[in-house]
């Protein structure tokens, strides 16, 4: 598993490679930015999954997403904005939809694009770091993990015209999941 360094150098040169796409297009300013605050999001999301956010929680997505964030930021965000949620785990980053159309844009075109796929490895790879931030993996948090991710593959392989296969993920039914505390900050129940 990679460090915190590593993946925030990851995610920063994920940002500069929107942003430079951005430069080039109609996209908004700073849409590199966007991305990187929907990063966080799914990493808080993952945060809230076994009930507890913990401070190595917050620090893994401080350093990573370049937040200065507290457990307290962290519960007070998920809840402001529904983050631990089924509507969330069903909702795709909206950088990740426009990654997936330049993608399509540029395979028009004759080059053979892979802007979504990097994405996804960057979300694959800063999931797995968060979940494992606090030294312990619950199956809520694995849970949670495939949702997300399989909701991501399931949306690339079927709006990428250049996509190898299909993934179909998880679904989750409505309601609230309990997890064990574990010391730290409670976290919001799923809604």
Avoid at 6 to 16: A, G, I
Avoid at 84 to 96: N, R, V
């Amino acid at each position: 598993m990679a460090n915190n360094e590593t993946l925030k150098s990851l995610v920063d040169h994920m940002c500069e490679v929107i942003d430079s796409i951005a430069e080039k297009t109609s996209l908004p300013e700073k849409t590199g930015d966007a991305a990187r605050m929907e990063i966080g999001m799914f990493m808080m999301y993952l945060a809230a999954s076994d009930g507890q956010i913990r401070w190595d929680e917050a620090r893994t997505i401080s350093e990573i997403c370049r937040m200065n964030i507290t457990p307290n930021n962290v519960g007070d965000f998920i809840r402001k904005n529904n983050i631990y949620s089924t509507e969330f785990e069903q909702k795709i980053p909206i950088t990740f939809e426009i990654m997936v159309r330049i993608d399509n844009v540029l395979l028009d075109r004759g080059i053979d694009a892979s802007g979504s796929e990097a994405m996804l490895e960057t979300y694959k790879a800063v999931g797995e770091a968060l979940i494992k931030s606090d030294g312990e993996v619950d199956d809520n948090e694995m849970t949670d993990y495939r949702i997300y991710i399989n909701m991501l593959e399931e949306y690339r392989d079927n709006n990428y015209k250049g996509a190898n296969g299909s993934a179909f993920g998880f679904t989750k039914s409505g309601g609230s999941v309990s997890a064990p505390s574990k010391g730290g900050v409670i976290a919001p129940k799923k809604g």
